[in-house]
């Protein structure tokens, strides 16, 4: 048999402008290659670790001692969360887009019976789960989740916060009160909004649980650590019913965080191999989100957000998202109907914006870590670009005018 070797993979730089994974942070990317070789049992792993717990309480604003963060991706810590969830248990999910929309599949497949996974093993048809579903382009509203929450009397319900398909930001407080009025434990996906909004989890005493991912908020791309909280009530019904699952239960998987029997201990024992690696770049992250401050970087976020707003607005796009980190757009008159085109010739010259990953078609262009108005205008300048080269007539002077203003207006504010 012949033997193929590939020649070495060379990765470009390009720039990272959707909705995720963001610019990851030069600090990171350099704790996670200054990092020796250690296994994840050595001390400094294993210190590290509960350390990364710590900052994790400190920066989700919670006294839950389920805090801690599970290696792999947004959808690993939202398996994890979702692991308590067993067949036939009534739940109630909303979705606005792409990723809750996965979440409510993934609810569907925790909580389908034996005969509804035989009967279609993809896509199984809980009859124990109700999926509330607002348009594209819509937020979740508290009427909304306290009309299905009276009517189901679920004992899950399940939201979104910030809804990265369609750039939506849905309302956690009325999400969370309602939960807490009718005894419903609320699982929160929080992928987009941790390390970019400034929220507290025990402010929001009706959710039981929350996911979120490294490479987002936080800027950490090396996937690291996906974090999770639990209230004790979560713990509690996971403990009742078990989960199926050895490495996702989250009981088991907190005690290489040094959590066992609800309680901190000073050392974590052996749930799963960690890289000393991942740990080093995932403490740096948590570092760096606590030197700057979580109310600092929300409103860098929401300043920068408004910049990119009125840059794009002003070339004739429709904006429809309310995110702080990410602009969700239709293109003008002309140009309608060319999204993915446009977002393909981007992509093609190392500019990453994204489309919707699900109808309708739109542009997404993110700010991720790109909190510099020489980094915003630089994403503006090669969007029009890229829609000059489309045939759009762009007025250059009088966007340059709107980033202008935009920015003499935060520094006077300094
Ligand atoms: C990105 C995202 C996910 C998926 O996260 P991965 O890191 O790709 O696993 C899930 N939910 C939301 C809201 C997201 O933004």
Known sequence: MSQTIFPKLTIPETLAAGPGPGNTDARVLQAFAAAGVADHMQGDVLRGMIECKHMLRQIWGTRNVHTFA???TGWSALDT???AVMPGDRV?????GTFSGIDALTLRIKAAT???HAADSLNPQAASVTVIEVPHGQSVTGDVIEAALAEHEPKWAFMAHWETGSGRINDLRGFSDACARHGVMGLIDAVSSLGVEDFSIDDYPGVAGWASCPQKGLCCLPLTYA????TDAYIASLKATGAYSYVHNPIFEARHWGIVDGQDVDKGTYHRTHSGYAVAAF???LRLTLQETLAKRAGA?????AALRDAVTAMGCEVTSNMTSLVVLNLPGDLAGREMELVQNCRAEGFGI????SAPVQVRIGILNQLQPGAIREIVRRFADAMRAMGADVDHAAVEAVLDKHYIQTIAAQ
């Open 283 to 285: 403490h740096e992250s």
């Open 70 to 72: 599970v290696a792999g």
């Open 92 to 96: 109630v999910a909303f979705s606005n």
């Open 227 to 230: 974090p999770v909280s639990f």
């Open 354 to 357: 994204w489309p919707t990953l």
């Open 114 to 116: 034996p005969a509804e």
């Open 81 to 83: 969360m979702f692991s």
């Open 301 to 305: 976020y929401r300043t920068h957000e």
